[in-house]
């Protein structure tokens, strides 16, 4: 049975943006593209140029919206960390201190416009190696961050050091405690039945005045989207929080974000992973040491070897060759040319 609950507050409401309504669907387009299409979408990199604009289509139940597409937040090409992403092999990632970083999704917030933002860890970059789709998706995020120590290894080891480590987990409750602070609005989406109430109580324990406006645990498929697509949509815009906390686990939550933040009214997304476990006390993380030393990925597999001995143990290890072999290139400094934007590269 799915979860929900929804607190009625009487505070002011979030309008979406005005331009909602009128505009047409919206897709990731290819930056060299993105001016002259309309609309734009993902495609193949060998088939890009020849072919006509294809969507991502949201389900054909959808009887609100004529046809909706994974479309580009406004802030993926000035994004509120206001400078050039690095380029680590084929992602962009925000080079962001901690501070910084939480500053950035309060600064979202605080403009009023739909966004999402993600971290991409050592699995992460694997997937996003060959799934296209999935990598256009971390292009255009309104940010990227990276979260994992062996992710800011790679970066230091190819010249291009990244301030810090920011984790999902970790934002959660920095996050939370600016919203306690600033009277922002929270909403926990995800995670299994019951654990997102469990993680609201101990996160309202932990911080006082936080305003958690809604909790919800829908069912969603592999290929990010769930069968209450609309309902749960409907549920979030209505309940109007600033953060909308996603923790459906990877890829799941990435695709679902960005199929769908643009109907949760001017909310920001943040994927968070296993984060409401950790909160709700259902899963022990990892010690600190362990975390900085990391060896987080170590503990999660002692912890759950069944479910992860083949992503942290064969799927993962490519990282490292593709890491080896970018350091071994003659010209990979020419590579970490400041953009924002740049093509997604094999």
Not at 18 to 47: F, K, W
Not at 62 to 72: F, K
Not at 296 to 314: A, D, G, K, S
Not at 322 to 334: F, K, Q, S, T
Request: glycine share 8%.
């Amino acid at each position: 049975m799915q979860n929900q609950s929804i607190d009625v507050e009487p505070a002011a409401c979030i309008a979406e943006p005005s331009t909602r309504a009128a505009e047409s669907p919206a897709c990731i387009a290819e930056p060299s593209t993105r001016a002259a299409e309309s609309p734009a979408c993902i495609a193949e990199p060998s088939t890009r140029a020849a072919e006509s604009p294809a969507c991502i289509a949201e389900p054909s139940t959808r009887a609100a919206e004529s046809s909706a597409c994974i479309a580009e937040p406004a802030s993926a090409v000035a994004s509120p960390a206001d400078g050039p992403r690095v380029r680590l092999l084929w992602l962009g990632v925000d080079n962001l201190a901690f501070g910084e970083a939480a500053s950035a999704v309060v600064g979202m917030c605080r403009d009023g416009r739909p966004a999402y933002a993600v971290t991409p860890n050592v699995d992460h970059f694997v997937r996003t190696r060959t799934d296209t789709k999935l990598r256009a998706i971390y292009e255009h995020a309104g940010l990227v961050l990276a979260d994992g120590m062996p992710v800011v290894w790679a970066a230091r080891l190819l010249g291009r050091p990244l301030r810090a480590k920011v984790s999902g987990s970790d934002l959660l409750y920095e996050l939370c405690g600016r919203a306690a602070a600033e009277g922002l609005r929270v909403f926990l989406l995800g995670g299994a039945p019951g654990v997102a109430e469990k993680a609201a109580e101990a996160l309202r324990s932990r911080y006082a005045g936080l305003r958690i406006v809604g909790t919800h645990s829908p069912a969603i498929g592999a290929d990010g989207t769930g069968t209450s697509d609309d309902a749960v949509a409907r549920m979030v815009r209505e309940a109007r929080p600033h953060m909308v906390f996603v923790a459906f686990g990877s890829p799941k939550q990435e695709l679902w974000m960005a199929r769908n933040y643009r109907r949760l009214g001017a909310a920001v997304c943040i994927g968070v992973g296993a984060s409401f476990d950790f909160a709700a006390g259902t899963q022990a993380r990892a010690p600190r040491w362990m975390q900085r030393a990391g060896f987080e990925w170590l503990w999660r597999l002692l912890r759950e070897p069944r479910r992860l001995w083949r992503r942290y143990l064969v799927d993962d290890l490519p990282f490292l060759w593709y890491v080896a072999r970018e350091w071994l290139r003659p010209n990979r400094c020419r590579a970490n040319q400041p953009q924002r934007t740049a093509e997604a590269t094999s």
